[in-house]
C-alpha cells in the first residue's frame, strides 16, 4: 500500500517564476492538505482540498493556489515566486469523517534563488 | 503563522536515558497529535489523543492529553539511537472535515548519544 507521494523531490527555480508540485495521497484518503514548512520552523497550513474544492484556507497570499482531481490527486501552485518561498512543501492526507490522523507525504524541497 | 509553544527547543542525552518533553497552546484542541520527523523526510505520526486527560502508549512512547486541552506531554523511556530526530506536537480544534487542519509546535530536535 503506497503511502502519500510526492513530486519532484526537489527543485531549483529563479524569482518571479511559476512553480507546481503534486501530490498522491494514501489509497483510500480523499481528503488533501499542503503544508509550508520553512528551515527550523514547524509546518504551516496552506490549504486543504476535498471533493475538487478548497475547503480550508490557512494564511497564505493568493500566489498560492491548488487543485484536486477526480482521483484526489492534488496540484500546489505557486506564482510570482519570492526567495522567502524557499521551504520543504509537504501534503498530508486523511480519509474523511474517519479520522483526524493526517499521513503526510516526504515533501519537495524548493529553492528559490 | 499560528505555532504552538513547545519545549525545551533541543535535547542532548545519554543513551538509555527517559525523554520528556510538552506542548502548550492558548487555544483549545480537540486533538494532539505528535509527530517525528527525520532530516529530508516528512512528519510520522506517532501518537494521536483524543480525549482530555487521555494518557496513550505507543512501546517505548507515552503521550497525554492535558486536562485544561491547551496542552499535551510526549515522554520517551529508555532511548535508543535511533530516536534521533525532531518531534513536534500539532493540535487539531475539530474532529475530522472541514476543521481538520492542523497546528504545530516549534520542534524538539532530540540527539542521542551511543
Known amino acids: 500500500d503506497a503511502g502519500v507521494t510526492q513530486s519532484p523531490t526537489h527543485l531549483i527555480k529563479t524569482r518571479g517564476q511559476q512553480v507546481t508540485l503534486r501530490c498522491s495521497p494514501k489509497s483510500g484518503h480523499d481528503t488533501v492538505s499542503w503544508y509550508q514548512q520553512a528551515l527550523g520552523q514547524g509546518p504551516q497550513f496552506i490549504f486543504q482540498y476535498y471533493e475538487e474544492e478548497e475547503r480550508q484556507r490557512g494564511n497564505f497570499p493568493d500566489r498560492f493556489s491548488g487543485h484536486q482531481f477526480p482521483n484526489y490527486s492534488s496540484e500546489l501552485n505557486v506564482n510570482a515566486l519570492l526567495l522567502g518561498d524557499s521551504a520543504l512543501y509537504l501534503c498530508?492526507?486523511?480519509?474523511?469523517?474517519?479520522?483526524?490522523?493526517?499521513?503526510f507525504g516526504q515533501g519537495t524541497r524548493l529553492t528559490v534563488v | 503563522g499560528q505555532q504552538l509553544n513547545q519545549s525545551p527547543q533541543s535535547m542532548f542525552i545519554q543513551e538509555g536515558e527517559d525523554v520528556s518533553m510538552n506542548c502548550t497552546s492558548s487555544s483549545i484542541f480537540n486533538t494532539w497529535l505528535w509527530y517525528k520527523q527525520d532530516p529530508g523526510e516528512g512528519p510520522v505520526l506517532l501518537i494521536a489523543?483524543?480525549?482530555?486527560?487521555e494518557l496513550t502508549s505507543n512501546g517505548r512512547l507515552t503521550a497525554q492529553f492535558g486536562i485544561t486541552r491547551k496542552d499535551s506531554f510526549l515522554n520517551i523511556s529508555a532511548s535508543i539511537p535511533s530516536d534521533v530526530g525532531i518531534y513536534f506536537c500539532a493540535g487539531q480544534d475539530g474532529y475530522g472535515g472541514a476543521t481538520n487542519k492542523l497546528i504545530f509546535g516549534t520542534g524538539t530536535l532530540l540527539a542521542v548519544q551511543p
Open positions: 498530508a492526507s486523511t480519509p474523511e469523517g474517519l479520522s483526524t490522523e493526517a499521513f
Open positions: 489523543l483524543y480525549k482530555a486527560g
